[in-house]
């Protein structure tokens, strides 16, 4: 919601004329006169007054309103956050080295200019386990922000303290430094707070009441309020120095082990459950595991049970939170949360949303927090350009325009004329081949679509495409966006 900023008026002439126009109205027939004591006292005053409203103009709102903000309503600023991403390093021989938390290293981006990092925890590699070792960079202390997105294998790494097992530290492809995010700004904190302000209670009485808050979470960009669902996913920490076994639940086994040079990770970890047809969401590394699964329809989950196999030991395997799902459930609301990427947020928002929710919900109400489901989407399509325009820049637009229709970030955004609301996020979920087709239809240069499908996962169709989940979104599969554009 925009922020209204008063207008003081501080023109003396101006403050005069107000003052003139009150006594007119109070003595009707009443006009100034010139050298008359009433005239002269009016402009006096106006003089003293136009400055004292020079003084209150100079302040800026914003030094009123964030500390009242911050300090009687709780809302808190939006710090800028440190990118980070996972890198290898090569050390010289396989005698067993640890590479300490805190070691700092320059990414290059252009001659001795980059971004400094630093290793986030310590990376030990045992002897005889390799070269090589996976450590987590994210960016220094004073250099978070935005700017430290986007770095990759292409970007040098150089160590800024003299480590001499060290033989190189690099990015590793497709790895590419995410997450960084510049402080908010005045503007932007004081937007929230108006949204804060405007709820007219601070217990969330209707579904939207629910999204509305959970926006203000950091973290969150939109929030989609499920009304009479309940939808709590089973969440398992996992913490483990040498992990080689076989986590059971209902008959299947999951099969989880280190990877050859080192620890495994998340994504290895991830697959060990999809083997078995669970779907997991896995964070961490090293020798910490969060194991999200999404909530059954018809069973819930476990008995989890662990056993090790190969020498291996685990420190902690705990259930953190049983999945529960019920629908038509009474004073139960679900609250689906994305990020500004249109992604699913860490585990550490989605539980900061819960807290928010559960300490301000009405009694016996129950409220479940998930991310979105998603799925992938592959365009194909043939299209003719008008004259005059080169059909291969067309061809790049049209892949373009296909692709941000279907990026989750941008998926059900509403519309208040011309301008796409931020905050909303309507439930859709559909790709429409008739939409899909307008969006193609309105690149410049485009004339006419002579061939269009779509493919979610159940082969090429000419037709709608149905997004799966409780809180569906598209994404555009890597290089699945193709297409054609002919000359006329």
């Known amino acids: 919601m925009a922020v209204i900023r008063p207008e003081i008026e501080t023109d003396p002439a101006e403050l005069e004329q107000i003052a003139i126009s009150y006594l007119q109205e109070a003595l009707p027939g009443w006009e100034p006169a010139p050298g008359d004591l009433m005239t002269w006292l009016i402009s006096a005053h106006a003089q003293m007054i136009a400055e004292e409203r020079d003084i209150a103009a100079d302040v800026p709102i914003e030094q009123i309103m964030r500390p009242l903000g911050e300090q009687v309503h709780l809302v808190a600023p939006r ?56 450590v987590q960079l994210e960016a220094a202390p004073g250099r978070e922000g935005s700017a430290g997105n986007g770095l990759d294998s292409d970007n040098e790494i150089v160590s800024l303290r003299a480590l001499e097992f060290i033989r190189s530290i690099r990015i590793d492809a497709p790895n590419v430094s995410s997450g960084g995010r510049d402080a908010e700004t005045d503007e932007e904190y004081l937007e929230r707070l108006v949204d804060t302000l405007a709820l007219a209670s601070p217990t969330p009485i209707l579904p939207d009441d629910f999204a509305a808050i959970a926006r203000q979470v950091d973290g969150v960009e939109r929030a989609l309020a499920i009304n009479l669902v309940v939808d709590r996913p089973e969440i398992i920490e996992i913490i483990s120095e040498s992990f080689n076994g076989y986590v059971f639940a209902a008959g299947e086994q999951a099969h989880i082990e280190w990877g050859e040079d080192g620890p495994a990770t998340a994504d290895e970890v991830r697959r060990s459950f999809e083997r078995v047809f669970y779907t997991a969401d896995v964070t961490g590394g090293g020798s910490e595991f969060v194991v999200i699964l999404p909530a059954l329809e018809w069973t819930p989950y476990g008995p989890w049970s662990f056993v090790v196999t190969g020498g291996g030991s685990v420190d902690g395997f705990t259930v953190i939170q049983e999945a529960e799902y019920q629908v038509a459930a009474e004073r139960a609301v679900t609250v689906a949360v994305i990020d500004e990427a249109g992604e699913r947020p860490e585990l550490a928002v989605l539980t900061a949303v819960q807290t928010t929710l559960e300490s301000m919900r009405e009694v016996n109400w129950r409220v479940s927090v998930i991310g979105p489901s998603y799925t992938e989407i592959s365009v194909d399509f043939t299209a003719v350009a008008w004259p005059d325009y080169d059909a291969a820049t067309v061809q790049l637009a049209a892949v373009a325009a296909i692709t941000d229709y279907l990026e989750p970030a941008n998926w059900g955004r509403g519309k208040d004329g011309d301008q796409a609301d931020d905050a909303t996020w309507i439930q859709e979920p559909v790709v429409r081949y008739l939409e899909l087709a307008q969006v193609l239809n309105d690149v410049p240069g485009v004339h006419y679509i002579d061939s269009l499908r779509l493919d979610g996962g159940a082969g090429w169709v000419q037709a709608n495409v149905p997004l799966g989940g409780r809180a569906p979104l598209p994404r555009p599969k890597d290089r699945g966006i193709t297409g054609r554009v002919i000359g006329s």
């Open 79 to 134: 710090l800028a956050l440190p990118a980070s991403v996972d890198a290898t390093v090569t050390v010289r021989d396989q005698a067993g080295y640890t590479v300490p938390a805190g070691l700092e290293v320059l990414v290059r981006t252009a001659g001795d200019d980059g971004v400094t990092m630093v290793v986030v925890r310590d990376a030990t590699l045992r002897p005889s386990r390799g070269l090589n070792v996976q």
